[in-house]
């Protein structure tokens, strides 16, 4: 495989193909697409980005498709991928070229033409956001211990996130940090799905103990 064909975690892949990670464990499993689209190593499964519209074709047309049919779709699409000068490009979704044609007639109940372009063009899509994410959030080990934070600051994504949750306004967080917008906010959900923290995530009060609400308690002596 050549090297500067980037394959991508299953967090990544199931993300841009709008699917469940089991469904991407099925693509290998059950040898459901063809090996140029995966890369294993010990413990780790990793996929080209179209493999993650290819998945999303599979699944999506099992009701109309058999099995049989759907993987010829997919095989006969990356044999007409691997020709192509621009391979590399297509296989990550940086591209998808007018003259690659994304209709393939499949064999079921008679001739059915199958146009998987589509799927790809909204994999594509969903592959940006994860690229504009990526660069609104770094992970840096000198900053804040390696947390993913937004860039240029020492915010990790954990914070404004886990305040969301607990209902704190966007307006109150905008206010703490200016530089705040709706494209950070959209990139942090994108990084946190894609890059999934293990362990328990940590407290609000400790990422930001000033964002956590304050209980006062009043105690009242009891009338005589």
Not at 43 to 58: E, I
Not at 99 to 128: N, P, T
Not at 180 to 204: F, K
């Amino acid at each position: 495989m050549p090297a500067q064909v980037a394959f991508v975690s299953a967090a990544e892949a199931a993300f841009i193909g709008g699917i469940s990670s089991p469904q991407l464990n099925r693509l290998i499993d059950e040898a459901l697409v063809p090996r140029v689209l995966l890369a294993q190593a010990v413990g780790s499964r990793r996929f080209a980005r179209l493999a993650a519209a290819f998945a999303k074709f599979f699944f999506e047309t099992e009701t109309v498709l058999t099995a049989s049919a759907r993987k010829q779709v997919v095989w006969e699409l990356t044999v007409r991928i691997e020709k192509l000068q621009a391979r590399d490009q297509v296989l990550a979704l940086k591209l998808m070229p007018t003259e690659l044609d994304w209709k393939v007639d499949s064999l079921g109940v008679g001739v059915v033409r199958v146009d998987v372009s589509h799927y790809v063009a909204e994999a594509m899509a969903r592959a940006k956001e994860v690229d504009r994410a990526e660069q609104l959030v770094v992970e840096d080990a000198e900053v804040m211990d390696g947390l993913p934070c937004f860039a240029g600051s020492r915010v990790p994504i954990e914070t404004v996130l886990a305040s969301l949750e607990r209902g704190i306004a966007k307006d109150r967080l905008i206010t703490s940090y200016p530089f705040l917008t709706e494209a950070h906010i959209d990139a942090a959900r994108v990084y946190a799905q894609v890059h999934p923290r293990r362990g328990r995530p940590r407290r609000l009060s400790d990422l930001n103990p000033s964002a956590t609400p304050r209980v006062t308690r009043v105690v009242r002596s009891a009338k005589a």
